[in-house]
């Protein structure tokens, strides 16, 4: 089954503690992102890749750290968590940026206490 | 795209009516359109998605949009809603000049028996 899968669904955590939220998919797509959701703010992007060791900043990069190292990982790392980093995260992806629907993971919720 | 509003936060409506979900946007150039839908608890999914060639087009669950250019509008419509439409539903655009994809705040349907 295609899918973008996402670990851990639920994670708290305190501030300062470095985290990592995992996103793999398995349909050998080029383009891989990640979104937080908050209320209101509807869909942020925080970095993109557009293929394996090219990435790029998104729309609100600051505190995020990204690696693409194969073509189907795409880890959000958080060196130093803090609390207006608790967020509900998603990791997408495509085969073509522009045109092509992305495919979501089922979401991350982050809380940083 | 330099800006996506979606002008109703939430949409409240009784069972068996017909919706209209409102999104406009901002570009001076050819774009591409997408519905996207959020269940609860859950990552999103394409709902439909507007390319080129007939300015209406059919989604999955009986949704459809039409793409209107001299407006800037792309509103999502469905003749009779259910239960089973609650969810939270997302706009987007991508220009075909540069690679970003830009998002409104989101529209919550909320169905009332």
């Known amino acids: 089954e295609a899918q973008v899968t996402q670990n851990p669904r639920y994670l708290i955590t305190v501030t300062g503690k470095k985290l990592t939220v995992t996103c793999s998919q398995n349909m050998n797509h080029e383009y891989m992102s990640w979104y937080r959701q908050d209320p209101g703010l509807g869909l942020r992007q925080i970095y993109y890749?557009?293929?394996?060791?090219?990435?790029d900043k998104g729309d609100v990069p600051e505190g995020y750290k990204v690696s693409r190292k194969e073509k189907r990982n795409f880890p959000l790392i958080l060196e130093s968590p803090s609390p207006n980093q608790t967020s509900l995260y998603f990791c997408?992806?495509?085969?073509?940026?522009?045109?092509?629907?992305?495919?979501f993971g089922n979401g991350t919720r982050l809380t940083v206490t | 795209a330099q800006s996506v509003t979606q002008l109703d936060s939430q949409v409240p409506v009784f069972e068996e009516a017909p919706v209209e979900l409102r999104c406009n946007y901002s570009?001076?150039?050819?774009?591409?359109l997408f519905w996207y839908v959020q269940y609860p608890n859950q990552g999103l999914q394409l709902l439909l998605k507007y390319l080129s060639g007939s300015t209406l087009v059919k989604g999955i669950n009986g949704f459809e949009a039409e793409f209107n250019k001299s407006q800037t509008s792309f509103h999502l419509r469905k003749p009779s809603v259910h239960i089973s439409d609650t969810a939270e539903y997302f706009c987007a655009v991508s220009e075909d000049s540069n690679y970003q994809l830009i998002w409104g705040a989101g529209t919550k349907l909320i169905i009332k028996p």
């Open positions: 570009s001076s150039v050819s774009v591409y």
């Open positions: 890749s557009m293929n394996v060791e090219v990435t």
């Open positions: 997408a992806s495509s085969f073509h940026r522009l045109n092509s629907p992305l495919h």
